[in-house]
């Protein structure tokens, strides 16, 4: 008798199981188009392109080994650092606007003594250009620029600041690269903004009340309470805004006045990929692939040095 209750008892217990790990693999079965989505356009590309990257390949035809040649000639490629030197002018303005202006409205909206009601609206109003399409904000942009027909040219005449229209967006110098930093500022700051106004709202209040306490003034209680206790936030905002940066390519393709052609000062990195891919009569896909490593590898560099830095601070 007592070996039937033992089995029955394991029977009982293991109904429970089975339907458990039943239900676990229905799961898994709902899962699994995204699995196989992610494989075959993510995972797979990836794969691709390190592949080509070894190839001389137009994107039809034969393929030909070509071993390191065209990663040997990527960091011998004269435009491509041209475009790069670029693409960190651009991302340079951007990145200290983006980052200056979220913090100057972070220290106000944080203020103990003299905060501000309606920080609701004032959040979703600074986040409000990083929902506009880019296409949308480049072609707004491209328009009021226009160096002949633009109203800032216009505005900027008939108050006398300027005598002739100014090319804004064809230029060969810092002109067009600090145009499309600024407007890539003014897109992203809200997102900045509201990152850092999310971690100065999670540090514990307890630290300004001392300082006040103590009399610290707000530059002191800045410097050293906010800024320490935001470092991993800054550290987020800054390795972000490199990875995306340094991937420049929608404004500058679409706000480009000579439709990105090579020694212009808005012929980004990724622009002069797309260009060799894409751009050319004879594609060089293998070449592009290479380009595109030789990109990955440097914003990875990039981002160990922040990454260091800011733990080298912290120590």
Same mark, same amino acid.
């Given at each position: 008798m007592a070996v039937k209750e033992n089995t029955a008892a394991q029977k009982a217990a293991k109904k429970p199981k089975n339907a458990l790990e039943k239900r676990n693999r229905y799961g898994a079965l709902f899962c699994l188009p995204f699995v196989i989505a992610f494989l075959v356009f993510n995972i797979y590309p990836v794969f691709r392109t390190f592949q080509m990257s070894f190839l001389n390949y137009s994107g039809f035809g034969k393929e030909t080994f070509a071993g390191l040649g065209n990663y040997t000639?990527?960091?011998?490629d004269p435009l491509f650092r041209d475009a790069f030197v670029n693409t960190l002018k651009i991302w340079g303005v951007n990145i200290v606007l983006q980052l200056g202006l979220a913090l100057?409205?972070?220290?106000?909206?944080?203020?103990?003594?003299?905060r501000m009601k309606g920080l609701s609206i004032f959040r979703a109003l600074f986040y409000l250009p990083n929902l506009i399409a880019c296409t949308s904000v480049a072609f707004l942009f491209k328009t009021l620029l226009d160096w002949q027909y633009g109203s800032i040219n216009q505005i900027l005449m008939t108050m006398g600041v300027i005598s002739s229209p100014i090319n804004w967006l064809t230029g060969e110098g810092l002109t067009a690269q600090m145009v499309v930093g600024v407007v890539g500022a003014w897109m992203w700051f809200g997102n900045s903004f509201i990152m850092l106004m999310a971690g100065v709202q999670g540090i514990d209040r307890a630290y300004f009340e001392a300082a006040t306490l103590d009399g610290a003034g707000r530059w002191q209680t800045f410097t050293k309470i906010t800024m320490p206790l935001l470092r991993p936030i800054m550290l987020y905002v800054a390795v972000t805004s490199l990875i995306g940066g340094l991937q420049l390519f929608d404004l500058p393709y679409l706000m480009s006045g000579t439709k990105g052609q090579p020694g212009r000062s808005l012929y980004t990195a990724v622009f002069y990929i797309y260009n060799m #891919? @894409?751009?050319?009569?004879?594609?060089?896909?293998?070449?592009?692939?290479?380009? #595109? @490593?030789?990109?990955?590898?440097?914003?990875a560099v990039f981002c160990g040095i922040a990454f260091a830095l800011m733990n080298k601070k912290e120590d």
């Amino acid at each position: 008798m007592a070996v039937k209750e033992n089995t029955a008892a394991q029977k009982a217990a293991k109904k429970p199981k089975n339907a458990l790990e039943k239900r676990n693999r229905y799961g898994a079965l709902f899962c699994l188009p995204f699995v196989i989505a992610f494989l075959v356009f993510n995972i797979y590309p990836v794969f691709r392109t390190f592949q080509m990257s070894f190839l001389n390949y137009s994107g039809f035809g034969k393929e030909t080994f070509a071993g390191l040649g065209n990663y040997t000639r990527a960091l011998k490629d004269p435009l491509f650092r041209d475009a790069f030197v670029n693409t960190l002018k651009i991302w340079g303005v951007n990145i200290v606007l983006q980052l200056g202006l979220a913090l100057l409205l972070t220290i106000i909206f944080n203020d103990m003594k003299y905060r501000m009601k309606g920080l609701s609206i004032f959040r979703a109003l600074f986040y409000l250009p990083n929902l506009i399409a880019c296409t949308s904000v480049a072609f707004l942009f491209k328009t009021l620029l226009d160096w002949q027909y633009g109203s800032i040219n216009q505005i900027l005449m008939t108050m006398g600041v300027i005598s002739s229209p100014i090319n804004w967006l064809t230029g060969e110098g810092l002109t067009a690269q600090m145009v499309v930093g600024v407007v890539g500022a003014w897109m992203w700051f809200g997102n900045s903004f509201i990152m850092l106004m999310a971690g100065v709202q999670g540090i514990d209040r307890a630290y300004f009340e001392a300082a006040t306490l103590d009399g610290a003034g707000r530059w002191q209680t800045f410097t050293k309470i906010t800024m320490p206790l935001l470092r991993p936030i800054m550290l987020y905002v800054a390795v972000t805004s490199l990875i995306g940066g340094l991937q420049l390519f929608d404004l500058p393709y679409l706000m480009s006045g000579t439709k990105g052609q090579p020694g212009r000062s808005l012929y980004t990195a990724v622009f002069y990929i797309y260009n060799m #891919a @894409f751009g050319i009569s004879k594609p060089q896909m293998g070449y592009a692939a290479a380009l #595109a @490593f030789v990109l990955f590898v440097i914003i990875a560099v990039f981002c160990g040095i922040a990454f260091a830095l800011m733990n080298k601070k912290e120590d």
